[in-house]
């Protein structure tokens, strides 16, 4: 059967659906992405945030999808990017804007604007760095510079902190405007950042692990603002962790190559 597929040309050759499903999963991102701008058109703000969580989840699952049924193509990855710069770069300023942002005018488009070129910028980085076959395999337990997800959730703790406290919590426009330039400089900055993809587990937390990735999806599921907020925070708690981290283990090799 796959002798007489090959011998068909391209346009009659069939594909396992199996290969279609990471690309399906990348446009659901996509298409929460936009749909989180139409909702932020409507100032539904609980729905355009709920959008964006969702584009995240399937950003999450496509890349291990593939990866999983072996189907990571260049097609893929440049699909994917695509998304990424719409879904994590331009609608969460959109969003932001909508909501606060447009009453500081043209500063707060220029900050917009300033965002969404950073996302672009730094997802245009990250596929080339992908080709660095020279790294350390220990430096794929980082990323350089805050990922565009990331970004993203940090640029709406605000919003979803004014969903969760009221208007007691809300900050100026002009510092919203500076909140969303100083996110994106980190998004392009050199600055590494703890990747989860490269943590190892002991089996000992595994269990643990589990017990409180539960509590996070009841929390997530009973006060979504609140629990949205606090992980905002505490990924910026994370971010001189990881600063920390990469220069220790970057001191360990040079202290083991000089020794060698």
Known sequence: MADQQAKLPKTLRTLPLTRLLPNMLTLMSLCSGLTAMRFGLMEKWHEAIIGIVFAMLFDILDGRVARLLNTTSKFGAELDSLSDAISFGVAPGFIMYQWSLSANHDFGWIAVLAFA????????????????????????????????????????????????????????????????????????????????????????????????????????????????????????????????????????????????
């Open 117 to 260: 070129v950073c996302s672009a910028l730094r997802l245009a980085r990250f596929n080339t760095m992908l080709e660095d076959e020279v790294a350390p395999a220990w430096t794929k337990r980082f990323f350089t510079g805050i990922p565009a997800p990331a970004g993203a959730g940090l640029v709406l703790v605000p919003l979803t902190a004014f969903l969760q406290f009221g208007d007691e919590i809300v900050l100026p426009s002009t510092l919203l405007c500076v909140w969303l330039i100083i996110v994106g400089g980190l998004m392009v900055s050199r600055m590494p950042t703890l990747a989860i993809k490269g943590w190892r587990v002991a089996p000992g937390w595994v269990a643990p692990i589990f017990v409180l990735a539960v509590l996070f999806f009841a929390a997530l599921v009973t006060n979504p603002w609140l629990t949205l907020t606090g992980l905002g925070l505490f990924y910026m708690a994370l971010l001189p962790v990881g600063l920390v981290a990469y220069y220790h283990r970057k001191s360990q090799e040079e202290k083991e190559a000089s020794n060698a």
